[in-house]
């Protein structure tokens, strides 16, 4: 097809819906209309030829063999096609017979519709094709419409047809009918702009990602590859790929099979898609409606290649329930096998916050990458993120794991950062991200990260957000980058590149702890805290207050008054809580464990006390004499009410233990250091012969530090951190290991400040405007 026939088809086409839609729909909703009318003209225009052979098979299966049911097999045989329709309607009949009667068209033409085969009935649904009928007719242009789309001045079969004064029209081939099919697409999509990005990525961007995704296998790929989408939308990155693969001139020089496939959880555009694949001879099957997260509509598939888009921003919590139950991933895809800091493995999760599900999408195409002993190259994969995909979630989130997760594995390969306002409905800066799980020998080990944020050409007129696009010569530039490896220090260029070890965006969370020194005195006002419950405090306090010594005999009396009250207070109380607030032994434990307290204060008296560990030693003493009935948690409960913290008290001891023997070299091997640098990790020598005392830790002074994969934790905590802070030790327990990528960090070009000569120069000239300006306003 050539460009002048493919822009003569579109432009006729698009001339119907201003010729025959203006006052029927909005203009946001005409392709609501064109689009399934195009679907609809070309697969009537395919079956055109073998309408008679289909009839006669219809006719030989219901009176010679005598069927119950019509044999598909039989009848997409005779199609010649994967879809037919049984009707004896085709769209020329349906506008040759066509009355005034609009009741007597739309009957005809359900007719014809009815006739379709599943694959196809499943379109016009998605579509609503049939309510659009009914309305087009009601509003007396059904018929115009029908009349554009079978005009005899366009071609939209694949056969030579002449125009009515005698000038060939060029068959329109499955390639041409999809180009046709997408620059409708790409040009409704414009037009709605505000949902452009939801279905429509840039072409230069899909363009940049078949190139770096294909080329460096050029020559190299089977006869057979798959290539898969797990949200493809109308389909924009499949089509592309292949017409790379495939169109001559590309240069690409495949000549093998591509089978594509995909998944779209919007109707319309899990329509336009399937459609468009059915135009295209490929196998509609292959394309599947409803959520990529909530199902595993591939399981056990596995694709050469991946290309997507997928949603960010966006909230994954109406599909969370299919993927975790409770706080626990029960989707296998989301979990993943990584070792803690001791080297064990663990399974854990990888499934990123509820309100961003984009990284979920990343591990669908993870999960599905070929392994290399099946095609001797692996699975290639290129995804479109934002910005919150390479830093949000800490050490140990489900973002980090990911991260840590294709990492680790050794499968991403490269990031891209493109420019701002490339996109249709968003203006932030986007990343194309590369995976691929088998590298060639001088990629093994490393990431390529290329800053191309400020190459692009502003577009001439605004599309939405998008005001700058990829030039092909800047496609080139970043294709040739991400094929030489290139790796250069970050400058004021264009384009910049750099390549660092796996290991550079790693690292490890750990906490820095310090002891705890606590200052304790009995009062009244502290002591009164333990007469509530602290999972029911305030409604046990206003109770109190309000009945005094009633609440630790009998509240039954008083329990409408109670529910009335925990209503306007605001309590949030369920009934099972009401029921246990009427209830005396609710009250009559902290009522026991502070009238323990009262006596305590009597022997110990009110002076502050700095030695948390000589008061519990007297505490315990004066429970067992005056048999108070304390347990562990009420001492602790005590203690927690009458002190507060004071740098000056003395440390709260934990524990103290004997470590000689096995016992003292099991901890050393745990914690990877020699006996006298234990202190460092929170055991402390007595004095005495091999014992330790470890300290109470104060979680108000607690520090989490990052440190890189590459350094060891003691050597930095010696550098940074003990200097400054001669009290603390390692926690390595809490250790976790973390994963971000900061674009900002490593392509930072520092800028000196200007001389303080220069900036007094401007800042005279600055206020010499402003008066000058002031002078105008008050003088006009």
Not at 15 to 42: E, M, T
Not at 614 to 640: C, F, M, V
Not at 665 to 691: I, N
């Amino acid at each position: 097809m050539t460009q002048q026939t493919h822009n003569k088809l579109i432009s006729f086409i698009w001339s119907i819906a201003d010729d025959c839609l203006r006052d029927v729909y909005v203009r946001g909703k005409y392709r609501d209309v064109i689009l399934p009318f195009v679907v609809l003209r070309r697969i009537d225009a395919l079956l055109e030829s073998s309408k008679e052979a289909v009839l006669e098979e219809i006719k030989f299966q219901k009176e010679q063999i005598k069927v119950a049911d019509l044999d598909a097999d039989g009848l997409k045989k005779a199609a010649g096609f994967v879809f037919y329709n049984t009707s004896t309607w085709t769209m020329e009949k349906l506008k040759g017979t066509a009355t005034n009667s609009q009741q007597k068209l739309v009957a005809n033409f359900e007719e014809y519709l009815n006739g379709f085969s599943g694959n196809v009935q499943e379109i016009i649904e998605k579509f609503n094709l049939r309510a659009q009928i009914r309305h087009m007719a009601a509003k007396d242009v059904l018929l115009d419409v029908l009349e554009k789309f079978t005009s005899p001045h366009i071609n939209l079969t694949p056969h030579e047809k002449n125009d009515p004064e005698g000038r060939a029209l060029l068959p329109l081939s499955n390639l041409g009918m999809g180009y046709v099919f997408e620059e409708l697409i790409r040009k409704f999509n414009e037009e709605n702009n505000e949902e452009a990005g939801e279905h429509f990525t840039p072409r230069e961007v899909i363009e940049l990602m078949t190139h770096m995704v294909f080329e460096p296998l050029q020559g190299q790929l089977p006869p057979i590859i798959t290539i898969y989408d797990p949200a493809c939308g109308s389909g924009g990155m499949l089509t592309e790929s292949e017409n790379f693969l495939t169109e001559p001139e590309n240069k690409f020089g495949y000549q093998g099979d591509v089978y594509l496939y995909g998944k779209e959880i919007n109707d319309e555009t899990y329509a336009i898609c399937k459609s468009d694949m059915m135009i295209k001879g490929k196998d509609p099957e292959n394309i599947r409606v409803g959520s990529t997260l909530s199902t595993n509509e591939f399981s056990g598939y596995k694709f050469d290649f991946m290309l997507s888009n997928p949603p960010y921003g966006k909230s994954w919590a109406s599909e969370q329930k299919y993927i975790k139950d409770g706080k626990d991933v029960i989707d296998t895809r989301f979990m993943v096998r990584l070792a803690d800091y001791w080297g064990n493995m663990e399974t854990v999760e990888a499934a990123p916050r509820s309100s961003d599900g984009q990284l979920l999408f990343l591990m669908e195409m993870a999960d599905k990458m070929k392994a290399a002993e099946h095609n001797t190259f692996g699975a290639r994969v290129a995804s479109v993120h934002n910005g919150s995909s390479l830093f949000t979630g800490d050490a140990g989130s489900g973002e980090s794991n990911i991260r840590r997760y294709l990492i680790e594995n050794d499968w991403l390969d490269a990031i891209v950062q493109m420019p701002n306002n490339l996109f249709y409905n968003t203006g932030i800066t986007t990343y194309i991200w590369l995976l691929n799980n088998h590298k060639p020998e001088h990629r093994k080990g490393k990431v390529q990260l290329i800053d191309a944020n400020q190459l692009f050409r502003k577009l001439r007129k605004n599309l939405g957000n998008k005001n700058a696009e990829f030039a092909p010569e800047h496609i080139a530039q970043i294709v040739k980058a991400y094929m030489s490896f290139q790796d250069k220090p970050a400058t004021d260029a264009p384009l910049n590149a750099k390549v660092f070890d796996n290991k550079d965006f790693g690292y490890y969370k750990v906490n820095i702890e310090r002891p705890k020194r606590l200052r304790a005195q009995f009062s009244q006002e502290a002591l009164d805290t333990l007469r509530f419950d602290k999972a029911m405090y305030l409604p046990m306090q206003a109770l109190f207050q309000r009945y005094g010594q009633a609440v630790y005999q009998n509240l039954a009396p008083h329990a409408a008054d109670i529910q009335k009250l925990a209503e306007q207070q605001g309590w949030d109380l369920n009934k099972k809580q009401i029921i246990k607030l009427l209830e005396p032994a609710t009250w009559q434990k902290p009522k026991a464990i502070y009238e323990a307290a009262c006596t305590l204060w009597r022997h110990i008296g009110s002076e502050p006390l700095a030695d948390q560990n000589a008061l519990s030693e007297r505490i315990d003493q004066l429970n067992k004499k005056h048999q108070l009935g304390l347990g562990g948690t009420d001492k602790k409960a005590i203690l927690q009410a009458i002190s507060t913290y004071d740098a000056a008290a003395e440390k709260v001891i934990r524990k103290t233990e004997k470590l000689t023997g096995e016992k003292l070299q099991q901890l050393l091997d745990r914690l990877g250091c020699k006996a006298e640098q234990l202190p460092e990790f929170g055991y402390f020598p007595t004095g005495l012969p091999h014992e330790y005392v470890c300290y109470e830790t104060e979680s108000d002074l607690r520090d989490a530090e990052q440190i890189p994969l590459s350094e060891s934790i003691y050597d930095y905590f010696c550098r940074e951190v003990k200097p400054h802070v001669p009290e603390a030790w390692i926690n390595l327990e809490s250790v976790k290991i973390g994963y971000e990528i900061s674009f900002n960090k490593y392509f930072y070009t520092h800028t000196p400040l200007p001389a303080a000569q220069t900036l007094k120069e401007k800042l005279l000239e600055l206020e010499q405007q402003a008066d000058g300006l002031l002078h105008d306003i008050l003088n006009a």
